[in-house]
């Protein structure tokens, strides 16, 4: 029977997480096999510009001296936007080197087919974002499968792997569908005083809009574990968001640490690979290196998740031991 004074074992700090992803990734390099494929095909592959469709909006703007410079700088990136990047999704989607603008140069030739139709744009990016959430899935149930095998557990059949990404599938989109219902929950209300508030003071107005952004990024934070659930766990979704909100509360700071480590690894690895980028074959080592560094931090924030989740039922387990024991 569990008491009080029972101690757990502690749980190996961030830098010891994150080199345990980096150490499992290396053991399992075919994990970086849809990162590369996915940017080399974003790279050397045919691009749907949206490059129409800005120029539109753009000569649909009232003349302004002062923005002209914003407008010609804007317009210079938009041959350079591909649709076919929002097969990577944001937050959650398989890490990837050509996100944003894509290269200008390219040691062969690419084919550009521009959208004119705005329908048509947002079709294929629902689409296309649709796809990126399923790629997602197999991305995260194989790396599920890498810490089954490092646990010496029995690993999904295929059947089993394929309902499990299905599933995976189904409640990522469940997901990403009430997030955004709570996010306009909470950025309508605040819009609405930004706007009157606007009336007095802009600068009022852009604390306002900051705040909603704010609450937004909790609200993305505090839901950050739950595909690494449904993947590692095949929880339902209810479930799988009441225990990253719960993991979220019990280890925030360590939490928030890998986090804030992760964001900055791979935005100095960004600016750092672009810098080395001169457009020759050369950019295939920056695609590996990236897929490397960014699926070993994936990986450590599954084995993140697995470490803490574990200590957090053992606590829950404990206290109800104790409930009974007082009783």
Do not use: C
Request: glycine share 4%; charged share 10%.
């Amino acid at each position: 029977m569990m008491h009080e004074n029972e101690e757990l074992a502690p749980l190996p700090g961030v830098w010891r997480t994150i080199a345990a992803g980096f150490d499992l990734t290396t053991k399992h390099l075919w994990l970086l096999i849809l990162p590369v494929f996915l940017d080399a095909f974003l790279w050397l592959g045919p691009r749907l510009s949206s490059r129409p469709i800005w120029e539109q909006m753009v000569s649909m703007l009232p003349p302004d001296p002062a923005l002209e410079s914003y407008m010609a700088q804007f317009m210079e990136l938009a041959p350079r936007t591909n649709l076919f990047t929002s097969l990577s999704v944001p937050f959650i989607g398989i890490p990837v080197y050509m996100i944003g603008a894509t290269p200008e140069a390219t040691p062969l030739p690419v084919s550009v087919i521009e959208i004119a139709d705005p329908m048509i744009w947002i079709a294929m990016f629902l689409l296309f974002s649709m796809i990126g959430v399923l790629l997602t899935a197999v991305y995260f149930t194989l790396i599920s499968q890498t810490i089954r095998i490092e646990e010496n557990r029995p690993t999904l059949a295929l059947t089993e792997f394929i309902r499990r990404v299905a599933s995976t599938w189904i409640k990522l989109l469940g997901l990403g569908i009430i997030l955004f219902i709570f996010s306009l929950i909470i950025l309508i209300p605040f819009m609405i005083v930004a706007f009157v508030v606007a009336l007095l003071s802009q600068f009022l107005a852009m604390m306002v809009l900051l705040i909603s952004f704010v609450l937004i990024l909790w609200l993305l934070i505090f839901t950050y574990f739950v595909p690494h659930n449904l993947s590692l766990l095949g929880h339902p979704l209810p479930i799988a968001i009441m225990s990253s909100v719960q993991l979220m509360r019990t280890y925030l700071s360590p939490t928030l640490g890998l986090l804030i480590i992760i964001l900055i690894i791979r935005n100095f690895l960004s600016s750092l690979l672009l810098l080395a980028d001169n457009g020759s074959w050369l950019t295939g080592a920056n695609i590996l290196g990236h897929a490397f560094i960014m699926t070993s931090l994936t990986t450590a924030a599954f084995l993140f998740f697995r470490d803490h989740y574990v200590a957090m039922a053992k606590q829950n387990s404990i206290y109800a031991s104790n409930q009974n024991d007082n009783k």
